[in-house]
């Protein structure tokens, strides 16, 4: 199947632009796409799914619009606050002094404030249309987003599904959003028109609280690297793996660690793992994609087991 629509597709160069402008760059976005992509649903199943509205979804080129109706808050609220004050320091500074060299860092912290809330209030939601669009859903999957926060990533997802569900897990800490708290959430399942679809859970993504092989789909957005010290990120990996069907996919963005996540989900067994750069629009994050195996290593029918070796069957008779 191809990775994008008649009309959308695109070119799989070493700079690949998106239609809405979000560069992918590196020799590992085809790998990522191809992930993304996989298990896609062909132009007949989209057709069998009905919307709540009567209407059919009949093709693979409707997105969800990435402008939100919600209040979703403010990452990292402390990094505003922080660059905030550093731009005040330096605007008194230069103008008590009246010397150049208190304008100049002035100005690119400032710069850097304007990115980082661009980011925060705009930039993820371009990006995740995105990357909810090239899932190509059939509508019936259950999510879960783990560290949801005020509903960013979780809200658009269940904009594609109609009988499926949208599960969001979070500690709801304010230190990692402003003004998280499910209650927010909840209100803006109800302002994006998702409430039906939606679940909210509170819950420790070292620590999830489902069975194995719950979901179809695993997000996370700018959360795991918030848990403290590598094993509690790895053992976050670990539980996404877990309550992934086989067949399940993963998609992680994230500003930190990605190659981390990127060596244990290889260790944990999943195909197609593949990481890439979303741009320099939008550095520092990086996307990490995966798909749960049909067959986890050591499960895979008789008939389907690897031939050993000769000489490793030998030797560990001790020939």
């Keep these: 199947m191809d990775y994008a629509p ?54 693979m080129t409707e997105r969800v619009n990435s402008r939100r109706r919600g209040s979703y808050g403010i990452d990292a609220p402390y990094v505003s606050v922080l660059l905030a004050g550093l731009v005040v320091f330096y605007l008194v500074m230069a103008i008590v002094t009246g010397k150049l060299a208190f304008w100049l860092p002035g100005g690119l912290i400032l710069a850097l404030l304007a990115w980082h809330l661009h980011f925060t209030l705009r930039g993820k939601f371009v990006i995740w249309a995105e990357l909810l669009d090239r899932l190509s859903l059939r509508g019936d999957e259950r999510i879960v987003d783990l560290g949801c926060g005020r509903g960013a990533v979780l809200l658009m997802a269940a904009q594609h599904l109609t009988t499926g569900r949208a599960v969001g897990v979070d500690l709801w800490r304010s230190a990692d959003q402003s003004g998280n708290s499910a209650d927010a959430t909840q209100r803006n399942a109800v302002a994006e028109g998702v409430a039906d679809r939606v679940e909210l859970q509170t819950g420790d993504l070292t620590a999830l609280p489902f069975e194995d092989r719950s979901f179809d789909v695993v997000l996370s957005s700018l959360a795991i690297h918030n848990i403290s010290g590598r094993t509690g990120q790895e053992r976050a990996v670990g539980e996404a793996v877990r309550v992934l069907r086989p067949g399940g996919r993963l998609v992680i963005v994230d500003v930190r660690a990605i190659p981390q996540y990127q060596a244990a989900l290889a260790k944990l067994g999943m195909n197609d793992v593949a990481c890439a750069s979303l741009g320099w629009r939008f550095w520092p994050t990086r996307l990490l994609t995966g798909t749960k195996p049909e067959h986890p290593l050591g499960s895979q029918p008789a008939a389907e087991q690897p031939v050993e070796p000769d000489r490793a069957a030998a030797t560990r008779l001790g020939r």
């Design 6 to 59: 008649p009309n959308r597709r695109m070119k799989l160069t070493r700079a690949l632009a998106s239609p809405r402008g979000v560069r992918v760059r590196g020799s590992a976005c085809a790998f990522a796409h191809r992930a993304l992509a996989a298990h896609a649903p062909r132009s007949a199943d989209l057709a069998s799914v009905t919307r709540r509205d009567g209407t059919r979804r009949t093709d």
